[in-house]
């Protein structure tokens, strides 16, 4: 299968501490997005790459949210200080660059934060 | 302030009954208007992108409408696997995917 994969598919951690997710695209896609979703809502965005250059980020993404792409393959989300409010699912998605950008999610990663 | 909304927000079909989810959106310019299916747990699975108006997309049971300002996934003899969350999306130009919050679908066999 050679879709997204996100590691890992589930992370508790206690308020306060870091936490890193990562999302690996499909290989020939040149963009890659973040999301998070949130119980019975859709996914918000919070930020792309294209290729290794980010290239917008959402008013929802604080300060103590990270993200890099570095060489445009695998992309890593970090979220310092984590928050009780930080508990969601955290999606990737990458696309080709094409007018259609048809974007293919990952399977996610469950945040808990105690 | 572009913005997707659906309805309804949950819906229960007895096997064989068929039905209609509807999306609207409210956007500057539409580049595209995907539908996706996402079961619990899980990431969203892409279904259709539409582009213009009166434009069809099917796949089996399914079959996605698109007007100037809705969406429609008509849902014809649905089964028990078709239950799931159906997410809408807009696609505005020189934006990012905006997400409506989704319709739930059972179908009870």
């Known amino acids: 299968d050679t879709g997204v994969s996100q590691d890992p598919r589930h992370k508790i951690t206690k308020r306060g501490q870091n936490v890193t997710f990562r999302c690996d695209p499909i290989?020939?896609?040149?963009?890659l997005y973040w999301y998070r979703q949130t119980l019975g809502q859709g996914p918000e965005f919070l930020t792309y790459f294209q290729n290794e250059a980010q290239l917008e980020k959402s008013r929802l993404l604080s300060d103590r949210f990270s993200a890099e792409r570095p060489k445009g393959s695998f992309s890593t989300l970090e979220i310092q200080r984590t928050e009780q409010g930080d508990s969601a699912m955290y999606l990737c998605?990458?696309?080709?660059?094409?007018?259609?950008?048809?974007?293919?999610f990952g399977p996610g990663t469950r945040l808990t934060v105690l | 302030e572009d913005q997707v909304t659906q309805s309804p927000e949950a819906l229960r079909l007895q096997e064989g009954e068929s039905s209609s989810l509807n999306c609207s959106y409210t956007v500057s310019g539409l580049r595209g208007l995907f539908w996706y299916r996402q079961d619990p747990g899980k990431g969203p699975e892409f279904l259709f992108t539409l582009y213009s108006a009166g434009e069809e997309k099917e796949k089996e049971r399914l079959k996605a409408t698109l007007t100037k300002k809705e969406s429609f996934l008509h849902i014809t003899a649905p089964k028990p696997e078709d239950s799931a969350t159906y997410l809408c999306a807009a696609f505005p130009y020189g934006q990012n995917f905006v997400f409506g919050p989704g319709t739930r679908l059972s179908v009870l066999p």
């Open positions: 290989s020939e896609h040149n963009r």
């Open positions: 998605a990458s696309s080709y660059l094409t007018s259609t950008d048809t974007q293919y």
